[in-house]
């Protein structure tokens, strides 16, 4: 595609459900991140995903979250029993090879709100 | 605590003036970007300046950097109301292949 895209764009959900958002890169990236960005915060990395390699997890907040991704196409981030905290736009990011420094190309992000 | 951290954390100038936001980052890096955002979205890529750089231009946009400070500064001239929105800089951290985003500044202008 053209770009990033995400799905849900906004996500509504009770507390101790779990939940799934979608990440399709833009077609031949390899590399694919995640971030949390909470209300009026900067961003914070989740996960680094880079070809067949093991992907880096080292952002993630607790064993709630996870994510998973299917060679260099979509991917999916799964929170599990969300809590109240978890409420924040989730923002994913391609880039050609995931090489140091690479520009990053954002979606437009999820909005999750738990009640 | 974060590499890049943004100053101010938000800016409010009239339409026409030139707004000048600063970062400061920690360790050494290859290169510093600045993103923008729009109504708590997505990220934009603005300019990429590489460590052996002190100056880039892109149209409105001029970004400094000075490694031994370890600061970047972008200066947008001219602003219009369609500038307001966050501006965040990105380092890319030593030994991974993450960014590193700072707080970001809020800028808002005033028509």
Redesign the interface.
């Known amino acids: 595609g053209a770009g ?1 895209s995400q799905s849900p764009s906004n996500k509504v959900t009770e507390k101790g459900k779990d939940v799934e958002l979608r990440c399709d890169p833009i077609s031949g990236h390899t ?1 694919l ?1 995640w ?1 949390r ?1 909470r ?1 009026g ?3 914070e ?1 989740l996960i ?1 995903f ?1 070809g067949n390699s093991a992907p ?1 997890k080292s ?1 993630l907040p607790s064993d709630r979250f996870s994510a998973e991704r299917t060679g260099e196409s979509v991917s999916t981030l799964t929170i599990q029993r969300t809590q109240q905290e978890d409420s924040a ?1 989730y ?1 994913c ?1 391609s880039s050609g090879t ?12 999820t ?1 999750l709100l738990v009640l | 605590s ?1 590499q890049g951290e943004e100053d101010p954390q938000a800016l409010s100038i009239q339409e026409g003036e030139n707004a000048t936001m600063n970062c400061s980052y920690k360790t050494s ?3 510093l ?1 600045w ?1 923008r955002q729009n109504s ?6 603005l300019i ?1 300046i590489r460590s052996n750089e002190r100056e880039k231009h892109s149209g409105r946009l001029r970004v400094t950097l000075d490694t031994s400070k370890k600061s970047s500064s972008l200066l947008i001239t001219a602003s219009r109301a369609a500038d307001t929105a966050s501006y ?1 800089c990105a ?2 951290a030593a030994g ?9 500044t809020r800028l808002t202008i005033n028509p």
Request: proline share 2%; aromatic share 16%; charged share 15%.
């Open positions: 990033v590399a991140y971030y960005q209300l915060q900067g961003l990395f680094y880079q880096d952002g736009v923002l990011a995931g090489a140091r420094g690479e520009t990053q190309y954002f979606g437009p992000g909005r | 974060q890096i290859n290169n970007q993103y708590g979205r997505g990220l934009v890529h990429l965040f380092t890319d991974a292949q993450k960014l590193v985003f700072g707080q970001g």
